[in-house]
């Protein structure tokens, strides 16, 4: 336990921590083309300008995601907009995810790390999708700080829940998986990349498919009436 916890720290505030930082330095220093009037994206509804052409990342949620999705949301988003327009609005919708991984893999290059680190992120993801539909209305209707807020859905009227809790709990275990994983973004190489992993134990690789076989066999229940009389409360 001592061993993964020091290399957790190391991947966490060393190699990793270091890459990104350079990332948010040069992402930062491109805002000075503002100051040749460049990056203009239009004007808001206050006819206020935008300049959003020139914004390449949203660091709070780029740093502490709650979610795989939300992390790539904001991310480098300049280029989340080419491989949107490229790839994700052009294939059938079962392909548009794998589709854009696989674009952005192959424009990052040819060594084995990115295969590794995008490959290992596209299936979170999907796990990820799989317990915010099964687990997390459960999870939210027994979470004492869960606030409940009506919303029209597509069948109708229902009500949808938002938790502090949940939200720190998912950011917590988003950052450990990020940034166990990113080892390989850095490392590069397919033999260290696995040497890394291997002082882990293949934890985060371990604990998505343990989840992933979890979720084929077990789908916990809401009561659909308490949900219900918890919103109400908590309205009032």
Same mark, same amino acid.
């Given at each position: ?86 790839? %994700? ?7 548009? $995810?794998?589709?854009? *991984?696989?674009? @952005?893999? #192959? ?69 450990? %998986? ?7 973004? $850095?490392?590069?190489? *397919?033999?260290? @990349?696995? #040497? ?41």
């Amino acid at each position: 336990m001592d061993l993964i916890w020091t290399e957790f720290s190391h991947s966490s505030f060393s190699p990793v921590a270091l890459t990104s930082s350079s990332l948010f330095t040069d992402w930062k220093t491109g805002f000075g083309c503002l100051l040749g009037g460049l990056g203009f994206s239009g004007l808001d509804d206050h006819l206020v300008p935008q300049y959003k052409l020139a914004e390449s990342f949203h660091f709070t949620k780029a740093e502490f995601p709650g979610s795989i999705k939300e992390l790539a949301d904001n991310w480098n988003v300049q280029t989340l907009q080419w491989l949107r327009l490229s790839v %994700f609005e052009r294939l059938p919708k079962q392909f548009r $995810v794998v589709g854009v *991984f696989v674009l @952005s893999t #192959i424009w990052h290059g040819f060594y084995p790390g990115y295969y590794l680190f995008f490959g290992s992120m596209l299936w979170y993801m999907w796990v990820g999708r799989i317990f915010r539909r099964k687990v997390r209305p459960w999870m939210l209707s027994h979470l004492p700080d869960t606030k409940w807020t009506a919303a029209k859905t597509p069948s109708g009227s229902a009500f949808r829940g938002s938790s502090e809790i949940y939200d720190i709990i998912t950011r917590v275990v988003t950052y450990f %998986f990020v940034n166990y994983t990113a080892v390989a973004f $850095v490392m590069l190489s *397919f033999e260290g @990349s696995l #040497i890394a992993w291997r002082n882990f134990y293949f934890l985060g690789h371990v604990l998505c498919a343990l989840l992933q076989i979890t979720l084929m066999f077990w789908s916990p229940k809401v009561d659909a009436v308490h949900a219900d009389s918890t919103a109400k409360q908590k309205s009032l």
